[in-house]
C-alpha cells in the first residue's frame, strides 16, 4: 500500500515565526488532504490538494503529484496553531494518514 | 457546509458490555462514511468503509463481529463495539464525504472517547 511519511515529527517555534511541514509519500495518488487535529482530537480540514497550489489566510499549501510531495506553510505562528497537523492520501475514496507533524507555539 | 456529527462524545463502559457510537451528516447525504480509531498520540488508522444500503468493507486485521457498522439511512452511520474489553479503549473517529463533483475530501466527526473498565 501507500507509504506516507511526514516530516519533522516535532516542531516547536516562537510565536511569530513561519513554519515548512512536508509530506512524502511512494505512490501516485488523487486525493491529498491536509488537516489541524486540536487539543480536543476535532480533525479540521485544511486543505484538499492532490495537485497545485491553494492558500487560505496565512496557510499555504503545494502539491506536486508527480514528484510525490505536499508543503503546508504557515506563516506568522499564532499559539492557536498549535496541534497535530496531518497529511492523508490515497486514491479516491480511501487515504492513508501519515503519523503527523506534533507543533508547539511559544508565546 | 460538510458538518458531520458523533454521540457520545465521551462514554465509559464495563468489560463485557456493548456500545453503539453514532455518526451523522447534518447537511449533506453521505453515501459512504468511514471509521476510524487513532490510539493516544498516534496517527489514525482506517477500520472500516460504510456504505449506505450494503455491507461496510473492514480493512484487514479488523474484526467484523466485534466491530458492528451500519449505514441504514443517507445520513446516518453507527459503530456497535461489541463485548468490549480494556484493549478497545480509543479514540473513535467517523468522516464523511460529501458525494459527486469528482472530489474525495472526507470531514471528520468531533470523535468519541472510549474507556472500557
Request: aromatic fraction near 10%; hydrophobic fraction near 30%.
Amino acid at each position: 500500500g501507500i507509504q506516507v511519511e511526514q516530516s519533522p515529527p516535532d516542531l516547536i517555534l516562537q510565536e511569530g515565526a513561519n513554519s515548512t511541514l512536508r509530506c512524502n509519500f511512494s505512490d501516485s495518488v488523487n486525493n491529498l488532504q491536509w488537516f489541524h487535529q486540536n487539543p480536543w482530537g476535532q480533525l479540521i480540514n485544511l486543505f484538499y490538494i492532490p495537485s497545485g497550489t491553494k492558500q487560505n489566510g496565512r496557510l499555504s499549501a503545494t502539491t506536486v503529484a508527480t514528484e510525490r510531495y505536499s508543503l503546508l506553510y504557515i506563516s506568522s505562528s499564532q499559539t492557536t496553531d498549535s496541534g497535530v497537523y496531518f497529511c492523508a492520501v490515497g486514491r479516491d475514496d480511501k487515504i492513508i494518514f501519515g503519523k503527523g507533524t506534533r507543533l508547539h507555539i511559544l508565546p | 457546509g460538510a458538518v458531520v456529527s458523533q454521540h457520545p462524545s465521551r462514554v465509559i463502559c464495563k468489560s463485557g458490555t456493548s456500545v453503539k457510537i453514532e455518526c451523522r451528516s447534518l447537511d449533506f447525504q453521505a453515501t459512504t462514511m468511514f471509521w476510524y480509531r487513532q490510539f493516544p498520540k498516534q496517527s489514525l488508522m482506517l477500520m472500516a468503509t460504510s456504505n449506505e444500503g450494503s455491507k461496510a468493507t473492514y480493512e484487514q486485521g479488523v474484526e467484523k463481529d466485534k466491530f458492528l457498522i451500519n449505514h441504514a439511512s443517507l445520513t446516518l452511520s453507527t459503530l456497535t463495539v461489541t463485548s468490549a474489553h480494556p484493549e478497545d479503549s480509543s479514540f473513535y473517529i467517523c468522516s464523511a464525504r460529501v458525494p459527486g463533483g469528482g472530489r474525495y475530501e472526507q470531514y471528520f466527526g468531533p470523535g468519541t472517547r472510549l474507556t472500557v473498565t
